[in-house]
């Protein structure tokens, strides 16, 4: 059987929080790019434009929605500090943990430090104050990673990381459980390219072809990693591409689980 887990990075939650760096004019230079180069349709391009006077680029009780009524056990990963590119407060934060806690979702940490173990722990604490959980998992903003990462945030205290990226199966570093990332939305659409060119054909193909690598390598647990701000009609090929994926993997009978419960099938075994 295709075990499968869905996890969802929450990096904007509204344009106007990035005072402070770049991340509009990319926006705006890379809406008028993909237009004029055929890319996004006159739809998309008057929808982004949009999102600046709305100031809304989060889209989670939407994609909360979505993944309810498909029956998806999906974890959230909310960040507690600033980081490039990643600029909303603890308060916007808390706001949108508890949202996510209430419509039945996990959350964790989407971490922005990874080399120091004070400020790793800090965030952890910061995050176990607003939820009260001890079980706690991390993603680490843009999967920023050393070689001894994964070690401090095993003395931190956190349960999972899920921040590594390529086809490989789950393993225990003594006390923590890393997930490595397979399948992430802007890997398979961008696909090494700065602008958004490929064929629709082309992205599905690719994706599938993970899949299936997966299975031949008996990977135990699929990961999959699609961002909230992507599901939208501004971005009609990304959200296309989530649910075209999930319909997909329910074709294929799919289980759709958390971290969580992989850990506890995983810790099972072992005993």
């Known amino acids: 059987m295709l075990n499968v887990i869905i996890s969802h990075d929450v990096d904007h939650l509204t344009p106007w929080e990035h005072k402070k760096d770049l991340i509009v004019p990319k926006f705006i230079l890379r809406a008028i790019i993909e237009y004029s180069t055929g890319h996004i349709s006159f739809k998309e391009f008057y929808l982004r434009w949009k999102s600046l006077f709305n100031n809304k680029w989060q889209n989670l009780q939407e994609l909360m929605d979505f993944d309810k009524s498909n029956q998806i056990p999906s974890t959230f990963f909310v960040a507690l500090n600033s980081g490039s590119g990643l600029s909303y407060d603890q308060k916007q934060a808390k706001h949108w943990i508890e949202k996510i806690i209430q419509n039945g979702f996990d959350i964790g940490v989407h971490g922005i430090e990874y080399r120091n173990f004070s400020k790793i722990k800090r965030e952890l604490d910061v995050f176990k104050g607003i939820t009260g959980m001890s079980e706690i998992g991390i993603r680490i903003h843009y999967m920023k990673m050393e070689d001894y990462t994964l070690g401090l945030l095993q003395d931190a205290g956190y ?8 086809l490989k199966d789950c393993f225990r ?5 890393e997930f490595p990332l397979h399948i992430m939305d802007r890997m398979v659409i961008f696909f090494k390219r700065k602008w958004l060119s490929e064929p629709w054909d082309t992205i599905m193909k690719r994706t599938y072809s993970i899949i299936d690598l997966a299975t ?5 647990y699929l990961t999959v990693l699609f961002h909230d701000y992507y599901f939208n009609d501004m971005f009609s090929t990304w959200k296309r591409w989530y649910e075209d994926l999930i319909e997909y993997l329910k074709n294929r009978e799919a289980r759709f689980l958390d971290y969580k419960t992989a850990i506890r099938e995983l810790e099972g075994m072992r005993t």
Do not use: H, L
């Open 159 to 166: 349960m999972f990381d899920s921040s590594i990226y390529g």
């Open 173 to 177: 570093y003594n006390k923590i459980w």
């Open 216 to 220: 031949e390598e008996n990977i135990r």
